[in-house]
């Protein structure tokens, strides 16, 4: 995970081992959908502030389709968020690895107030070819996993748009 010069925040996710166990979704259009997490697919969540109760998930699926979500506070989500830019995602598959590349625009990423570190949740849920689902996070705070949960969120991000040069 890493910024660019421009502001936008790539994230690059590798899967590996015995993919054939994986039920990784079809190839499709590049475009919004909605329950992507039903399914193999990458996630973030990322908060602006950590004393604020809002924070931003985004999924992408191995397919190349995406979803954004802007959130208040746990799981309520902003009626009024509209998608300033598309995240781009590209998949690349191997007998043995798939990664995944989503790139962020700077426009999409939440807005930070303070020039305190942003909190990032990184996940994935994986649908194996049986049909059953493991869910991955770097935390996971609660006795289930539950991606939401702000406790979740252990990754430290700067926001370089606070970020000031030093005489």
Request: charged share 20%.
């Amino acid at each position: 995970m890493a910024y660019r010069d421009n502001g936008d925040l790539c994230l690059v996710y590798a899967l590996t081992g015995a993919l054939a166990g994986i039920a990784l979704p079809a190839p499709a259009a590049a475009a919004f959908a909605d329950g992507l997490w039903r399914h193999t697919c990458f996630e973030v969540f990322i908060a602006a502030d950590r004393d604020a109760p809002g924070y931003r998930e985004f999924n992408f699926s191995p397919s190349g389709e995406w979803a954004v979500y802007d959130f208040l506070a746990y799981r309520e989500r902003d009626p009024a968020f509209v998608i300033a830019a598309p995240p781009t995602i590209e998949t690349i598959r191997h007998d043995d690895r798939l990664e995944l590349q989503a790139t962020l625009p700077a426009a999409l990423l939440p807005a930070s107030v303070s020039p305190g570190p942003r909190l990032v949740g990184l996940c994935a849920v994986l649908e194996s070819a049986d049909g059953s689902m493991s869910y991955r996070a770097l935390h996971h705070a609660a006795d289930r996993p539950d991606f939401h949960h702000r406790g979740s969120f252990t990754l430290e991000l700067s926001d370089p748009r606070h970020h000031q040069e030093q005489p």
